[in-house]
């Protein structure tokens, strides 16, 4: 019980380092991060059902400039892990999901900030030893790859403790607002895809 947890977290950081660290090959989708927990998790169809969502939702939410969007990657992943270890309705361990992936991507955000920092240094150490631009790639991945486990963990234990306290505050009949919600997320996703894939008319 607990190993899986930690597998997943882990699958989900590794995933995340291809968002600006390795390959940009595209694995850093909710949709593959979802899959590859469900097969972790032993939930194929919860896994890839929450995977897809927030790739439906997140869709649209591209990195431009200074802007980090949301990590649908650890959204996916809190959301399995909700729905899978904490027992959440799928809707509602969505929501607390995508709300993990708001907060990693202030993390992200700041990450970046202190990166940013090194810029100097590695300049400086590259034009005495061109070899030691590896050991920065290195603890870039490094660095990386612990903030976003350590993230996932740390969302998955506190959202399960907010989680429930949140849904025993909750009045009885709002809660299939969660489930209604969810089942909205497809269509939104669907009406932005479709937004973008439109031509605009030039002028």
Same mark, same amino acid.
């Given at each position: 019980m607990v190993l899986e947890p930690l597998l997943i977290c882990a699958a989900a950081a590794a995933i995340e380092l291809d968002v600006v660290q390795a390959g940009q #090959?595209?694995?850093?989708r909710p949709s593959v991060a979802g899959l590859l927990c469900g097969i972790i998790g032993g939930d194929f169809v919860? /896994? *890839?059902?929450? /995977?897809l969502c927030m790739e439906l939702l997140t869709l649209d939410h591209v990195p431009v400039g200074g802007y980090v969007?949301?990590? /649908?990657? #650890?959204g996916a992943a809190c959301a399995f892990l909700l729905a899978r270890y904490a027992g959440f309705e799928g809707g509602y361990a969505f929501m607390l999901g995508f709300l993990a992936a708001w907060l990693f991507g202030l993390v992200e955000t700041r990450l970046r900030h202190e990166r940013s920092k090194w810029n100097p240094v590695i300049e400086r150490e590259v034009l005495e030893n061109p070899d030691a631009l590896s050991k920065w790639v290195r603890r870039g991945f490094l660095q990386q790859f612990a903030a976003a486990f *350590?993230?996932?963990m740390a969302a998955f234990f506190v959202l399960r403790e907010i989680g429930w306290l949140g849904w025993e505050l909750l009045p009885v009949r709002l809660r299939p607002a969660f489930s209604m919600a969810y089942r #909205?997320?497809?269509? #939104? /996703?669907i009406a932005a895809l479709a937004s973008l894939l439109m031509p605009r008319k030039a002028g």
């Open positions: #090959i595209f694995l850093s919860t /896994g *890839l059902q929450l /995977g969007p949301p990590s /649908g990657v #650890i *350590l993230f996932c #909205i997320v497809p269509w #939104i /996703g």
